[in-house]
């Protein structure tokens, strides 16, 4: 298991520098948005490549962010029920979620986005916005975000997995002010 935990805190260091770096983007988004703006409003002039970068840069920011986000406990849960529930079901529970919606849903993903990326990448394929952005980047965040995801839900897997045999303390909540530094 010892080995195993080193894996998962390699995947959590991973998606934390990924989360972050792309955090950063966010910022990024708004001075394009504002540089739009300035510009389509003082030469009345715009163009659908800076609509489009906007789009990429949330997108990326929300689709590469997801990992980091269910790293840190972030994610949408029902903590008014689980909370009522012993510590050893809410784990059962978790590693039930993990194996039966998550990791599937994130294979299933991987496997529907690779040739969606792959025949975009391999056409070039380009907005149909006139002046618009090639394509193919925004669908690889897809497939990326997916595999990010499932790595993820590998280490959380292996983390449950050790706290009920005590081998880790129990994880704290996310949230606002919860943090994940034990995670890593």
């Not at 840069?57 to 406990?73: C, E, N, Q, S, Y």
């Not at 050893?88 to 993990?98: A, C, M």
């Not at 025949?119 to 149909?128: A, D, H, I, N, Y």
Request: hydrophobic letters at 50%.
């Amino acid at each position: 298991m010892t080995g195993l935990l080193r894996i998962s805190a390699l995947i959590d260091g991973f998606n934390t520098f990924i989360g972050r770096f792309v955090s950063w983007l966010i910022l990024l988004a708004v001075v394009v948005s504002a540089g739009n703006a300035i510009i389509r409003k003082t030469l009345n002039t715009s163009s659908n490549a800076w609509l489009e970068l906007q789009w990429y840069l949330f997108g990326t920011v929300f689709l590469l962010g997801a990992a980091w986000t269910l790293l840190r406990r972030e994610h949408i849960r029902i903590d008014i029920l689980s909370s009522q529930l012993p510590k050893t079901l809410r784990h059962w529970i978790e590693l039930l979620g993990h194996f039966v919606f998550l990791m599937p849903f994130c294979l299933l993903m991987i496997y529907e986005s690779l040739p969606f990326f792959l025949t975009s990448f391999r056409l070039q394929e380009v907005s149909f916005n006139a002046g618009g952005l090639i394509v193919w980047p925004a669908k690889l965040m897809v497939l990326l975000s997916f595999a990010l995801l499932a790595l993820q839900g590998i280490s959380e897997i292996i983390k449950h997995v050790a706290v009920m045999q005590g081998l880790r303390p129990e994880p704290e909540t996310g949230g606002s002010h919860g943090t994940a530094s034990h995670e890593s």
